[in-house]
């Protein structure tokens, strides 16, 4: 049933939001960062128009509570199918579906190598770091098109398995230092290119491979979790944005949201201290899985009901506009 509250309070804003976003980009880009503007003249300002409305359609769906993580799932693999298959037609010879023609290796951990290695800054930092101010983690919980695939592969109607290792931090900050390391490397000894990108992509393959045998096995996103050295940044930074997730005093610690969730960041411990561990990612699905609403979405002086609404109107926001951005 329609409820006119929810979309003048999310459906609206969403639209409003998203399709001043791509507007700017559409009046002030330099590039044609449209891509149906590419096919034929105002046709970016028909897929401003889809994406706005999208937005304010996905934000309404995602509204309602016990609805929040099934339509988080389809509208992450979403954006991954629609990135990396802009990706694949450019790669057959279709230029129209890349943004330069100089590509980024599509591989999380090169946001960080690449300007390391490059010694300059691209768009990539730029979209990553935007999405921390606005919406704190969202980049791990709806915006990292490789993430998609590791939610789609850890997906499944059975109850995660805990991640049988004491100390993940140690692995990711090992991981996070092995790719800081090996990129400076690469820079001091001036390795040409191509090979600095053959070694992104073997980063990449790996992460596959986890995702595909580790993943899909203990039903946890192990490769966003453990290896991501962006996930790992994502852990600390996401703290400059004021939104937070906590667990309030009527929890019973039957430990249901534990057993739900895929980033490992509601063991007990956790949930006796009152608050989420390090590795959550805000996605809400502890949310929709809690029986006596313990767990709630706090941003300033908002109620949680509407902080929680709050947070899925600018990331819904975000991840449309990023649909139609999401280039290399």
């Given at each position: 049933m329609f409820n006119k509250k929810i979309f003048l309070s999310v459906s609206l804003p969403a639209f409003l939001i998203t399709f001043s976003l791509l507007s700017i980009v559409q009046l002030k880009g330099h590039l044609q960062m449209i891509i149906a503007e590419r096919f034929f003249?105002?046709?970016?300002?028909?897929?401003?128009?889809?994406?706005?409305?999208?937005?304010?359609?996905?934000?309404?769906?995602?509204?309602?509570?016990?609805?929040?993580?099934?339509?988080?799932?389809?509208?992450?693999?979403?954006?991954t199918i629609v990135f990396y298959g802009q990706l694949t037609l450019g790669l057959l010879g279709f230029d129209k579906f890349l943004l330069t023609g100089n590509l980024h290796v599509p591989v999380p951990a090169i946001i960080l190598a690449g300007p390391i290695y490059r010694f300059e800054f691209s768009i990539m930092p730029v979209l990553f770091l935007s999405t921390i101010i606005l919406s704190g983690p969202s980049w791990c919980s709806h915006l990292c098109y490789f993430g998609g695939i590791d939610n789609a592969?850890?997906?499944?109607?059975?109850?995660?398995?805990?991640i049988p290792i004491k100390n993940k931090f140690i692995w990711k900050f090992s991981f996070l230092a092995i790719i800081i390391f090996f990129t400076i490397l690469l820079?001091?000894?001036?390795?040409?290119t191509f090979y600095a990108a053959a070694s992104g992509i073997s980063v990449g393959i790996m992460g596959l491979l986890i995702i595909v045998f580790l993943s899909?096995?203990?039903?946890?996103?192990?490769?966003?979790?453990?290896?991501?050295?962006?996930?790992?940044?994502?852990?600390?930074l996401k703290f400059i944005n004021p939104f937070r997730i906590?667990?309030?005093s009527s929890c019973t610690t039957c430990l249901l949201c534990s057993k739900h969730c895929k980033y490992d960041a509601l063991n007990k411990t956790d949930i006796e201290s009152g608050k989420p561990g390090l590795t959550c990612t805000y996605c809400g699905d502890c949310i929709t899985t809690c029986k006596f609403s313990s767990i709630e979405y706090h941003f300033l002086g908002?109620?949680?009901?509407?902080?929680?609404?709050?947070?899925?109107?600018?990331?819904?926001?975000?991840?449309?506009?990023?649909?139609?951005?999401?280039?290399?």
């Open positions: 003249h105002n046709g970016g300002w028909i897929e401003i128009f889809v994406l706005s409305f999208y937005a304010g359609f996905l934000s309404y769906k995602m509204s309602e509570q016990k609805n929040t993580s099934k339509w988080r799932m389809y509208s992450w693999l979403l954006f592969f850890s997906n499944s109607e059975k109850y995660p398995k805990q820079r001091l000894l001036n390795i040409p899909r096995k203990r039903k946890k996103m192990i490769h966003c979790t453990l290896f991501c050295p962006i996930g790992t940044l994502v852990m600390f906590k667990i309030n908002l109620a949680p009901a509407n902080s929680r609404l709050l947070y899925i109107v600018i990331t819904v926001s975000l991840h449309a506009a990023f649909l139609g951005l999401g280039m290399i």
